[in-house]
């Protein structure tokens, strides 16, 4: 998926073929993992004004960030992953778009949270992520937080956490979900 057309045409194919490809609603490991992401996040900060979701898949997580916040913005590659998502969170005060994480389509400093829960890898080129990682921070506002996830790939987290490092982020927490019981759990089957 080195070319990024190739994957937003993946992704929506994806999403064409399987409502829900990854599960997120049945599997009891991905509702933990989002669980516990909005706990984390409600820890760090009791209320958020404006939220970004990126990569926001059928808005699973997206719901959980819903009360964490006065207005949320979740967005994804994929049209059917954003209809998805839509329907899901029906009732709540939240926007859905069809956008990509590359030339983000926000103003500047807009976001007191970003949430990017595995979009760094998936959608990115490595030679693009510090790009990337510039266009969220250029988004947030100057006190703002944002999550970065890459559960799946434990090896690669040093290099993940030194690329953050390197950007214009401040690191106030590292907190590895994969340790957790219910990820070893499910590793075993």
């Known amino acids: ?22 599960d997120y609603s049945r599997r009891g490991i ?13 820890e760090i900060k ?6 970004l979701d990126i990569g926001c898949s059928g808005g699973q997580l997206t719901k959980k960030l819903i009360p964490l916040s006065r207005h949320t913005i979740a967005m994804d590659v994929s049209l059917g992953a954003v209809e998805s998502a839509a329907k899901r ?4 005060s939240a926007e859905f778009l069809v956008a990509g994480l590359m030339n983000l389509p926000f103003q ?16 990115v080129e490595e030679n693009r992520r510090p790009q990337a990682l510039a266009e969220i921070y250029e988004a947030l506002t100057p006190n703002g937080h944002v999550l970065f996830t890459d559960y799946l ?4 987290a040093p ?7 390197k950007s214009r982020f401040h ?14 759990f499910e590793s075993w089957f």
């Open 1 to 22: 998926m080195n070319d990024p057309l190739k994957s937003i045409e993946y992704y929506q194919n994806l999403y064409s073929c399987q409502s829900e490809p990854w």
């Open 30 to 42: 991905e509702i933990l993992r989002h669980q516990s992401i909005a706990k984390l996040l409600s």
């Open 46 to 51: 009791s209320h958020y004004f404006r939220t």
């Open 89 to 92: 969170c029906q009732n709540a």
């Open 108 to 123: 500047r400093g807009v976001f007191d949270l970003i949430v990017a829960a595995d979009a760094i890898h998936e959608f």
């Open 153 to 156: 790939r434990p090896q690669k």
């Open 159 to 165: 290099k993940f956490i030194a690329l953050i490092k």
């Open 171 to 184: 690191i106030l927490k590292i907190e590895p979900l994969y340790d957790r019981a219910w990820y070893q």
